[in-house]
Every structure is written in structure tokens, then in C-alpha cells.
């Protein structure tokens, strides 16, 4: 059957138009599918950037805009060395981003992860794969996450673990002296008693009088000595053994003549602000000889017209001791060290009386913190009453 020339014109025509209408259904086919990828991408909360084999961008999401606060006008140029450039210049080491960067160039088919530190504090987790087709790779994406705060926190628990650390090292170092004095102190304090008892016999006859200077000084050098075995002995106690329910308040007031008559001779003053505080269990002769300790401790340090404070206040559960002199603070080398058995800065120190503090401080379940600046230092001791509540409870 022959078709004449108007049935093949009409016949083309139809053709053309339904290869018209086909061609425009794909193209909103292909801008549907482009449009439900933008807004798959726009969804993830990670930062999002896809380019091709030639590094030319091909997709990319808001989050990554919002990120790196890129413009958009940048990322239109589809040229991702623009990028690139804006990134390495937030970035704190921009080194080793660049020759991370350089191997994936030359080596397309690897992985990689890195955490990146920016100028402005903020940390990103980045991880950038290979996207493949027909077994070759067509392009690669990279994938940003802000885990800033993660990694804050994690400093947090880190440095809260090596706190504990330290501070249970200093624990298991008073325990170990605990234990030596336990074994040796009272053989050593045993032969001196001896000894000061004949010194005494030999200083009262007539013949040894001349020597009495000498008498005198070795009877005051084995007194000196006591007392410092006497403190050693301090550190071997085991346990707190007789707790009353008494409030500290009651403590430092009974204390304020003595504290008054050394601040008095030493030029210096003493401030006192109380604050309400409730009763825990506590041994008092403990507490005092701590209390006596940190305040001596704060006088000495201070120059002739300086202010010592004595604060108590409630926190929580928790019932403060605050001791604040107005010295010229504690260098980071000596505050290492701070409460280690012998470790002193004075003259004529023993280097046990923040030792017996620390180990008073466990024997209460309290702990000791510390706040230095060149304006003076402050030592917190943090009681729990929860062993006073539980006592009430039960």
C-alpha cells in the first residue's frame, strides 16, 4: 500500500510531538529526581559535598553551607579548588589536610577519616568515600560532622579520670607512709623517751651544769622530734574513730581566739563569713587540727597587712570550708606536689601538715580542690553530709 505525501507529513508530525511530550516528561522526571535528591541531602544533619573524577562539584547540602558559611555564588562555579581553598584556611593545621588530600588525588579508590581542628574552636569529624560505577570510581563524597561538644565532654571525662588518677596515686602514696609509720613510729619515739629521760637526770647535777645550754638544746631538738613523729603517726590512723553530728561553724568560732593571737603577731588579719551550714559527723579534734593546719599555712604565705578568710556555705549536698589568703599563689611546679609526705617549701617545715589535711580530708570522705592565681590561695574542702542524713534515716 502506497502512503501518499500528506499521510507521511501528518505521521512525521505525529512523531515529532510525541517525542516532544516524551522528551519533556523525562525532563521533569530528571528535575523531580533532582529535586527529591537536593531535598534528601538537605535533611541530613551532617555536611554534605559530592564532586566528580575531575573535582568538579556536582551536589552538595545546606548543612555544609552552613558549616564552613560558604557562599553560594562560590559553590555555582563548580570548581571545588574554590572550596578547598576556604577550607584549609579555617583549619588550625592545614598541613596535614593538604597531603591527606594529595594521596586520595593519586590514589581515588581510598577511604579516609580525619578529625579537623578549625581556628575557631570547633572540631569536625570528616569522612570522604569513593563513589563507583561499572567498577570505576565516578566521583567521591564528603561527609562533615560538628562534634564539638562531644569532644568537650570527652575532655571533660578525661581530665575528671586523670584527676582521679592523681588523686588516688596520692592516697596509695599517704596509705604506703601510713603503714611506715605505723611499723617504725613507735620504735623510734621509744629510744628517744629513754634518752630524754637521762638528759634530764644529767642536766640536774651539780657537775653538768656548765653543759647546760647543751642539755637544753638536744632536750628541745628531741621535742621537735616527737612532735614530727607524732604527726607522722597522724597519717597511720585507719579509720575516723569517734564522729559526733556537730556543726563546723561551732568549730572555727572556738578556734577564733587562737587564729586572732597568731594573726596578731603576725601583722596579718583575719575575716570570717559564716554562712548557715547543717551538723555532719565529724571528729572534732580531726577537723581543728585541719582547720589550724590550712589557716597557719595561709598566714605564712601572706605579706605583713594581708586578709585571711574563713567561708562555710552549702552546695548541694555538700557542706564548703573555704580558706583564702591573699599570698603571691603557688607556681604549678610546687602545686604538683602539694599534700606529698616531706614535701615543704618553709624553712622549718615538717612537709606533713597538708599531708595529715589530705588524709584527715579522706577520713571524712571530703575533698580538697584548689585555686591559685598571683592575688592568693584558696583551698576548698568539700564535705558530704549524706553519712549525717543517713545516720538520722536509720
Excluded at 43 to 63: E, T
Excluded at 276 to 303: H, P, Y
Aim: glycine letters at 4%; one cysteine or more.
Amino acid at each position: 500500500m502506497k502512503v501518499g505525501y500528506r499521510q507521511f507529513r501528518n505521521a512525521k508530525k505525529y512523531t515529532d510531538i510525541r517525542q516532544a511530550l516524551l522528551d519533556r516528561k523525562s525532563v521533569e522526571a530528571v528535575s523531580e529526581s533532582f529535586s527529591f535528591l537536593q531535598a534528601t541531602l538537605d535533611a541530613i544533619i551532617d555536611g554534605i559535598l559530592v564532586v566528580d573524577c575531575k573535582q568538579n562539584i556536582c551536589h552538595y547540602n545546606c548543612k555544609f553551607i552552613e558549616m564552613w558559611n560558604i557562599q553560594r555564588k562560590i559553590l555555582a562555579t563548580k570548581d571545588r579548588s574554590n572550596i578547598l581553598t576556604l577550607i584549609i584556611k579555617k583549619l588550625k593545621d592545614p598541613k596535614a589536610y593538604i597531603e591527606k588530600e594529595n594521596k586520595l588525588n593519586e590514589s581515588p579508590q581510598m577511604e579516609s577519616y580525619d578529625i579537623l581542628e578549625l581556628k575557631d574552636g570547633r572540631i569536625f569529624e570528616c569522612y570522604s568515600k569513593p563513589q563507583w560505577l561499572n567498577s570505576k570510581v565516578i566521583g567521591r563524597v564528603l561527609s562533615f560532622r560538628d562534634i564539638t561538644k562531644h569532644k568537650q565532654k570527652e575532655n571533660v571525662v578525661q581530665q575528671s579520670e586523670e584527676k582521679f588518677r592523681k588523686e588516688m596515686a596520692h592516697l596509695e602514696r599517704l596509705n604506703l607512709v601510713g603503714e611506715m609509720a605505723a611499723g617504725i613510729g613507735h620504735e623510734v619515739r621509744n629510744p628517744m623517751t629513754t634518752i630524754r629521760g637521762f638528759l634530764q637526770i644529767l642536766i640536774s647535777k651539780k657537775e653538768c651544769i656548765k653543759y647546760w645550754e647543751y642539755f637544753k638544746l638536744m632536750i628541745e631538738e628531741l621535742d621537735r622530734a616527737n612532735a614530727i613523729i607524732t604527726e607522722f603517726l597522724s597519717l597511720a590512723k585507719e579509720g575516723v574513730v569517734c564522729r559526733h553530728s556537730k556543726n563546723i561553724n561551732v568549730i572555727i568560732k572556738s578556734l577564733v581566739p587562737l587564729i586572732e593571737a597568731d594573726a596578731i603577731i603576725a601583722n596579718k588579719y583575719i575575716k570570717l563569713e559564716l554562712s548557715e551550714v547543717t551538723d555532719f559527723l565529724l571528729d572534732e579534734k580531726e577537723i581543728r587540727q585541719l582547720i589550724l593546719n590550712l589557716i597557719r599555712n595561709g598566714l605564712d604565705a601572706m605579706s605583713h597587712g594581708g586578709y585571711l578568710t574563713i567561708r562555710t556555705y552549702m552546695e548541694d549536698d555538700e557542706i564548703i570550708l573555704a580558706i583564702k589568703d591573699q599570698g603571691t599563689g603557688i607556681v604549678p611546679e610546687v602545686l604538683k606536689k602539694i599534700g606529698t609526705p616531706f614535701f615543704t617549701t618553709k624553712e622549718q617545715g615538717t612537709g606533713l601538715g597538708l599531708a595529715i589535711c589530705y588524709s584527715i580530708a579522706a577520713r571524712h570522705s571530703a575533698i580538697i580542690t584548689i585555686e591559685t592565681s598571683n592575688e592568693g590561695t584558696t583551698f576548698f574542702i568539700r564535705f558530704n553530709n549524706v553519712d549525717f542524713v543517713m545516720s538520722h534515716l536509720y
